[in-house]
């Protein structure tokens, strides 16, 4: 509600202005031009994102040193902080990084970005940028109406550049006419009044640009045209770099407990980096003069200058926060707590994880491996009432089965809607989701069609243990030892292969346990295709009656379907090559068309 009435303002101001003093109108076209050069430009890299990149963030985060670097050589070549924080959030969210390798990127990207002031100042505003915006404009287009994907993100980036050059010269004649009406520097303010003024000033900007960087490209400018003093300008950018946090949070209002801790470590970062900024500009300016003369800038060379001051409090603020860093995180631990979850809401999927091929694939494997792991195990034991704690013990199936007789009274239908249908239900919107929206590659495409099937196969598993749960209550009931008899045999088999299957899963040898689910399965196979030997000799010396018999031949297909499907699924799951997600990817297609 906040954001909306502050854009109607901004919105009402703006006109205004405009009809008043139409020499403004050039200045705003100008920084138009520049923030839809710099929405291009992050959407051009978006497209390059993938694979690379994303493994370099991810691998970049062992280490606080390595992730503050490479947050801030990502931000320096990508220009957009804003993507680099996505990518963070995505990536802290599927549970791929900590939190404290998402603050060493974002305290890294806080660097980064600074190398927007280099740019501008020792760049865009030295030479006649509108001679280089206009072929990058032309080219631009033409890539990015190209059906290739890497042509778009080419051509996106080209004209995105082209833009933000192309808004660069705007606001730079902007000022330049604007300074034969008015010349802003009578306005000026010297001393700790000025900048306390002018950094509210900044924090103003930014929040309406809605972007820091767009700020200090406006300050360049105006500070190039000697429309602002320098020591004013100085305050402005302190006064972006906290107002930026006024966009991150207002971003993270409707994000998750992942993108409001980033949102909080940005903030504590830029508030703290801006006081200490404001309370030491006059020392920080003195030094900037000093180092500008060791790098042989010129002392009237004043948006270099601004560059490098606005680099150092960004350095010296990452310096200083980094011994407090394990303070921050406790904090962001303590006041943004992740909401306790019910069993029918799912634990690792979330609105951020869609942002990536990666960070999605990780969560829908890891939701559907808590969704098996404790649902579907649980509702299988205790559907032939059975207690897990005996089903991962070392104590042997047959002496479990006969001293397992009590009746757990479990209701399967209603564990069904309590424990795995909403669960399952949202794995198959975020794989959908991922599907029709993210641009996947084969194997990715191939990953999320088989997690969708193992997720299919729980359900049909689920059914089929309703069925199993019913008759196997009965059989505990009934006085027929020959009925009990195959009812336990059908109950030694499941836990045999529950047993395995939680080995498979948590035991280094693997490759010892995949051959024996390997040997089970095909032996489920070629059951599903025999009759039952002994229950035809029951049925021929009339020990079970006909409906016993019925009930008998209908679970034995089930139990044997219910024991290729759960270790189909533990295949998919935790083969540790994931091979299975490869060599399934023809049969996942056929299956799923």
Not at 292 to 317: C, M, P, Q, R, V
């Amino acid at each position: 509600m906040f954001r909306r009435l502050l854009f109607i303002v901004f919105l009402v101001v703006l006109a205004v202005v405009l009809v008043l003093n139409p020499n403004f109108k050039t200045i705003s076209a100008g920084i138009a031009i520049l923030l839809f050069g710099m929405i291009m430009l992050e959407e051009g890299f978006r497209v390059f994102t993938k694979g690379p990149l994303q493994n370099l963030l991810k691998k970049a985060t062992n280490k606080l040193y390595k992730s503050i670097s490479v947050g801030a050589l990502v931000t320096a070549l990508l220009q957009s902080s804003s993507l680099v924080s996505v990518i963070t959030i995505s990536f802290i969210s599927a549970g791929l990084i900590s939190l404290t390798g998402g603050l060493g990127l974002i305290f890294g990207a806080n660097i980064g970005s600074t190398a927007t002031a280099w740019l501008v100042a020792g760049f865009g505003l030295k030479i006649k940028i509108s001679a280089l915006a206009m072929p990058m404009l032309v080219f631009g287009i033409i890539f990015s109406i190209q059906k290739n994907e890497v042509f778009k993100g080419i051509g996106n980036v080209l004209a995105g550049l082209g833009f933000f050059f192309l808004g660069i010269y705007f606001m730079k004649e902007g000022f330049e006419v604007f300074s034969k009406y008015i010349d802003l520097t009578q306005y000026a303010v010297s001393g700790y009044l000025g900048v306390l003024l002018y950094t509210a000033i900044g924090i103003i900007i930014t929040v309406l640009l809605q972007s820091s960087a767009a700020s200090l490209v406006l300050v360049l400018t105006a500070l190039a045209a000697g429309q602002i003093t320098y020591e004013n300008a100085l305050a402005i950018t302190i006064g972006a770099n906290i107002g930026t946090t006024v966009t991150a949070i207002l971003g993270a209002i409707s994000s998750n407990v992942s993108g409001k801790r980033l949102a909080g470590a940005h903030l504590i970062f830029n508030i703290v980096t801006g006081i200490i900024a404001l309370i030491f500009i006059f020392p920080l300016a003195s030094l900037v003069n000093y180092l500008a003369e060791i790098f042989g800038i010129k002392y009237s060379d004043y948006t270099l200058k601004l560059a490098l001051f606005h680099t150092i409090f960004n350095i010296l603020g990452v310096i200083l926060m980094i011994p407090f860093i394990k303070s921050i995180e406790t904090l962001l631990l303590r006041i943004f707590k992740e909401k306790i979850k019910g069993t029918d809401e799912p634990k690792y999927l979330n609105e951020a994880v869609l942002k990536f091929p990666g960070t999605v694939i990780s969560s829908l494997i890891n939701e559907t491996k808590h969704l098996y792991k404790n649902a579907i195990f649980e509702i299988v034991a205790h559907a032939l009432n059975i207690h897990r704690e005996d089903i991962i013990s070392d104590k042997k199936i047959k002496s479990i089965v006969k001293k397992s007789t009590t009746d757990m009274q479990i209701d399967v239908e209603e564990l069904y809607y309590k424990k795995v249908k909403s669960i399952y239900g949202e794995i198959i919107r975020y794989a959908s989701t991922a599907q029709n929206t993210l641009h996947l590659n084969k194997k990715q495409n191939s990953t999320i069609t088989n997690i969708k099937i193992a997720n299919r196969k729980m359900v049909e598993i689920i059914k089929e243990v309703r069925e199993l749960n019913k008759n196997v209550t009965k059989s505990l009931n009934l006085d027929n030892k020959y009925l009990l008899k195959e009812y336990d045999g059908f109950r030694k088999k499941v836990i045999k292969v529950l047993r395995i299957i939680y080995l498979f899963r948590t035991e280094d040898k693997t490759l010892k346990y995949a051959e024996k689910l390997i040997e089970l399965k095909k032996q489920a196979k070629e059951n599903i295709k025999q009759n039952n030997k002994s229950i035809d000799r029951l049925i021929r010396k009339n020990l079970i009656t006909s409906e016993m018999a019925s009930s008998l031949f209908n679970d034995y297909a089930n139990v044997n379907e219910m024991i290729k499907k759960l270790i189909e699924v533990a295949e998919l799951l935790y083969n540790e090559k994931h091979s299975i997600f490869e060599n399934n990817g023809n049969e996942a297609q056929k299956k799923s068309a």
